[in-house]
């Protein structure tokens, strides 16, 4: 039978319960934040990903990056970066934005952020990764974490050493999305992977990737063994899913949410409005309704409606008459629903 995760304390920081989010980049802004807290079970928010050397710049009153509520704590903060150089007015920047956590993304497969050495690249380079996280751990006594995925091939030593690595050079918990660098998001992810690296550390590790429904959940933690789970896309397609693996699966006394489709939607849009200046807005809400869209049996209808719209109003518009048109209660065809 599997035992329900435990909270997880790293530093002065305790998630609970060990459900994290996945930083996503275009997505795990403010906006969608507040939504996913407002249902419940989240341990961890995260930004997404922050490009130390732009970070400086950037003003946390007006930033699409850098806005949140007071109500999105913890909140991690995910930097990525290719040199030690860049990291000592970054870390001043977080400081400043009171994270709670300080990420270093070592896991991204991106080209563009390939180019110049960071994401996964920095797996190929453990020296530089050394030195990287040596500074950050100098510059910060904040709970320091790093997301990584398995490496760009199969080979367990290599891997395993480079997160005993990670751990000797004072990270504090690692994040392992269970695929290979050029691996797409379609092929099933290798949670047993995770479960070796597991054996070999002594601070916790987190698993992500493939994580769609509390039965995912639980089937990832019994074959990796990790001591929490992270959620990227699953949690914005349903951003209750935390709420219900925190209730089903690590025993959290919380009520199961009533979801209504069209009232989250408009939430969005509402939150979107608040928080973020004119220029911001459509494209998150672009990028949103790819994945929330999937909660409807012909929501790839609504999708290219959204994608063609030409201002938020219009977009609101021509979402309330796809819902005005959609059985609700039935959202994706007879003998499904959204739990």
Same mark, same amino acid.
């Given at each position: ?5 435990k ?7 305790v998630?609970d319960? /060990?459900l994290?989010?996945? /930083? ?6 403010s906006?969608l934040?507040q ?7 989240? !341990?961890?928010? *995260? ?6 050397r732009?970070? /400086? ?17 913890p ?9 030690p ?6 870390i ?9 956590? +300080? #990420?270093?993304?070592?896991? &991204?497969?991106?080209?563009a952020?390939g ?12 020296e530089?990764? &050394?030195s990287?996280v ?26 395993? *050493?480079? &997160?005993?690595?990670?751990?000797d050079?004072?990270? #504090? ?10 691996e797409?998001?379609?092929?099933n ?7 070796r ?8 590790v ?13 089937e990832?933690?019994?074959v ?11 949690? +914005? ?6 709420? !219900?693996i ?14 209504s489709?069209p ?5 969005f +849009? #509402? ?9 911001y807005?459509? !494209? ?9 869209a999937q909660?409807?049996q012909?929501g790839?209808y609504?999708? *290219? ?12 518009e021509?979402?309330e ?5 959609? #059985?609700t209660a ?10």
């Amino acid at each position: 039978m599997l035992t329900s995760p435990k909270p997880i304390q790293i530093r002065n920081l305790v998630i609970d319960p /060990p459900l994290l989010l996945a /930083p996503m980049a275009g997505l795990t802004h403010s906006a969608l934040r507040q939504i996913m807290y407002g249902f419940g079970g989240v !341990g961890l928010l *995260s930004t997404e990903m922050l490009s130390a050397r732009r970070l /400086p710049t950037e003003n946390p009153g007006v930033s699409p990056y850098l806005i949140r509520a007071s109500s999105e704590r913890p909140l991690s903060y995910q930097l990525l970066t290719s040199t030690p150089g860049e990291l000592g007015r970054a870390i001043d920047v977080l400081h400043a934005c009171q994270a709670d956590a +300080v #990420d270093l993304n070592m896991g &991204c497969p991106a080209p563009a952020v390939g180019h110049f050495g960071a994401g996964i690249s920095l797996m190929e380079q453990p020296e530089n990764v &050394c030195s990287i996280v040596a500074e950050t751990r100098r510059l910060t006594s904040l709970p320091l974490t790093a997301k990584i995925r398995l490496g760009t091939g199969l080979d367990e030593e290599k891997l395993t *050493s480079f &997160c005993c690595m990670l751990e000797d050079e004072g990270i #504090d918990m690692i994040s392992i999305h269970a695929r290979l660098k050029h691996e797409s998001f379609a092929r099933n992810p290798r949670w047993a992977c995770i479960a070796r690296v597991k054996e070999r550390l002594m601070i916790p590790v987190i698993a992500n990737g493939g994580i769609f429904s509390v039965q995912d959940a639980q089937e990832c933690l019994r074959v990796s063994g990790a001591d929490g789970l992270m959620l990227g896309r699953g949690a +914005v397609i349903r951003p209750w899913l935390f709420a !219900g693996i925190s209730r089903d699966v690590c025993g959290c006394a919380i009520a199961e949410p009533a979801v209504s489709l069209p009232a989250v939607y408009g939430t969005f +849009v #509402d939150l979107l409005n608040a928080h973020f200046r004119p220029e911001y807005r459509l !494209g998150r809400l672009k990028q949103f309704i790819h994945y929330f869209a999937q909660n409807y049996q012909f929501g790839h209808y609504l999708a *290219s409606k959204i994608q063609s719209s030409t201002s938020l109003d219009d977009a609101r518009e021509r979402a309330e008459l796809f819902f005005a048109s959609t #059985d609700t209660a039935n959202p994706l065809g007879p003998g499904c629903c959204l739990h």
